[in-house]
């Protein structure tokens, strides 16, 4: 079942002859649980691609679909709110905020919802992530590979549609991105959570199921690497 669909997405930024087309007539689809890797050299779309997947920016032309919903039919208070509780984002440099703790952190799109946190669902997150002995930490107070892992955390907290990755591990070292990768693979499995990465790390990418090539905006390759 489709849970990610993309029709005709292009994004220009600038007008007549400045104008740079930063991706161009990009359609594809993803299924619910998917685990999809998005490749391609330093600015061949791919960042631009992930952030109007994810709602953070509005496309030139097309659309973007997500579980069913057209995101760009919604008004900006609309696409906020959708945004916060079906995209799970999580950054390179994990956009915590930094006077609050570990728990206020990921539970921060539940709060501003106004919705219950439940207990064991936040629990069960924190154990397997291994933060259980961090909660009342201030990011500052953490590793590189625990703020990431406090980013995926608060990404997991909405049971999101969809969870969208961009360069997750580009500001860790080799330990805690394998850390990281493995974490995101496990909820992938166990939750059936769609998730898409960006990534530079050709080793990261064959552990998807599917790699998508971007190449100056277009789309060069779409590759099943395991059905």
């Known amino acids: 079942?489709?849970?990610?669909?993309?029709?005709?997405?292009?994004?220009?930024?600038?007008?007549?002859?400045?104008?740079?087309?930063?991706?161009?007539?990009?359609?594809f689809s993803v299924n619910k649980g998917e685990f999809v890797a998005i490749i391609g050299p330093s600015g061949s779309g791919k960042s631009t691609l992930l952030h109007l997947l994810g709602g953070v920016d509005r496309p030139t032309s097309g659309k973007v679909f997500v579980d069913n919903t057209d995101i760009y039919s919604l008004n900006e208070t609309q696409l906020a709110i959708f945004r916060r509780r079906q995209i799970g984002l999580i950054y390179q440099f994990y956009n915590l905020i930094p006077v609050l703790t570990v728990e206020e952190n990921i539970t921060l799109p539940l709060l501003l919802d106004?919705?219950?946190?439940?207990?064991?669902?936040?629990?069960?997150?924190?154990?397997?992530?291994?933060?259980?002995?961090?909660?009342?930490?201030?990011?500052?107070?953490?590793?590189?590979?625990?703020?990431?892992?406090?980013?995926?955390?608060?990404?997991?907290?909405?049971?999101?549609?969809?969870?969208?990755?961009?360069?997750?591990?580009?500001?860790?070292?080799?330990?805690?991105?394998?850390?990281?990768?493995?974490?995101?693979?496990?909820?992938?499995?166990?939750?059936?959570?769609?998730?898409l990465v960006i990534t530079h790390d050709e080793d990261i990418a064959l552990q998807a199921d599917r790699v998508i090539s971007i190449e100056d905006g277009k789309i060069a390759k779409d590759e099943v690497i395991r059905p």
């Open 114 to 195: 106004g919705h219950k946190v439940y207990k064991k669902q936040f629990d069960d997150i924190v154990k397997l992530l291994n933060l259980d002995n961090r909660l009342n930490h201030l990011p500052n107070q953490l590793s590189g590979g625990q703020q990431q892992r406090v980013s995926i955390g608060r990404s997991l907290i909405s049971n999101p549609a969809i969870m969208l990755a961009d360069e997750p591990t580009g500001n860790l070292d080799s330990k805690n991105s394998r850390e990281i990768i493995d974490l995101l693979k496990m909820f992938n499995k166990t939750l059936n959570q769609t998730l």
């Open 1 to 27: 079942m489709g849970i990610l669909k993309i029709e005709h997405l292009s994004k220009q930024y600038g007008k007549g002859e400045t104008a740079v087309k930063a991706l161009d007539d990009v359609s």
